[in-house]
């Protein structure tokens, strides 16, 4: 069981708006930042979305992330086939003094 | 360019020690700025963190709680690189482990290994 909640799946058309929701508590969204991750099978992951809603170079503005309380969300608009993957969130936990990840979102576009 | 070079044996049986290494290019495991932590993937529990070294005028290390008994994450400062041992391991510990660099600015894992799948079998 992950510290965070995301969605098991998630799935759009291309050119749609997505958004998958990530959710903690107190001790790591909640008074941390929060990143975002792809992941293609067989790859490691990839940063997408740092401190809550930075991307870094060379990943598209279609990506965009937020924070809210104790809730992130990465929303991804124009959606395209090479977006299928899988997301993860992930935040310092400070209770656990340690990271913590979501269980992971899968994406699908049909 | 940061680049995480991952190499260890892809078996182990049970009770033994894993032991992966992570070999660092375009960055210095003694690095002020940085920390290499190991995080493993497998389909039952996820993405897990176990735990990171870090030099700030000296060495530290941090664990999860989970395998806080069995973990020791040292570096090399002579080879640029730094290792995950992970003791009297069971079948449970089967994982991709990965190495990865995380920044104090900003605080993320930006740079990862391509992943090791050990696997924990007789």
């Known amino acids: 069981q992950s510290v965070l909640t995301q969605p098991p799946s998630a799935s759009g058309t291309p050119g749609q708006r997505v958004t998958i929701s990530c959710s903690g508590s107190s001790s790591n969204i909640g008074g941390n930042t929060v990143n975002w991750y792809q992941q293609v099978p067989g790859t490691a992951p990839r940063l997408l979305i740092y401190s809550n809603n930075q991307r870094p170079s060379g990943v598209p503005d279609r990506f965009s992330g937020s924070k809210s309380g104790t809730s992130a969300s990465l929303a991804i608009s124009g959606l395209q086939s090479e977006d299928e993957g899988d997301y993860y969130c992930a935040a310092w936990d400070d209770s656990l003094n340690g990271w913590v990840f979501g269980g992971g979102t899968k994406l699908t576009v049909l | 360019q940061v680049q995480l070079q991952q190499s260890g044996p892809g078996l182990v049986k049970p009770s033994q020690t894993l032991s992966v290494t992570c070999a660092i290019s375009g960055d210095s495991v003694s690095s002020n700025t940085a920390a290499w932590n190991w995080i493993r993937q497998s389909p039952s529990r996820g993405l897990e963190w176990l735990g990171r070294t870090y030099h700030r005028s000296k060495w530290y290390s941090d664990y999860a709680v989970s395998v806080k008994s069995r973990i020791n994450i040292n570096s090399d400062t002579s080879k640029n690189q730094f290792s995950l041992q992970l003791n009297s391991v069971t079948p449970e510990d089967t994982a991709v482990y990965y190495c990865?660099?995380?920044?104090?600015?900003?605080?993320?894992?930006?740079?990862w290994g391509q992943g090791t799948l050990v696997t924990v079998s007789s």
């Open positions: 990865a660099r995380q920044q104090l600015d900003p605080w993320c894992f930006d740079y």
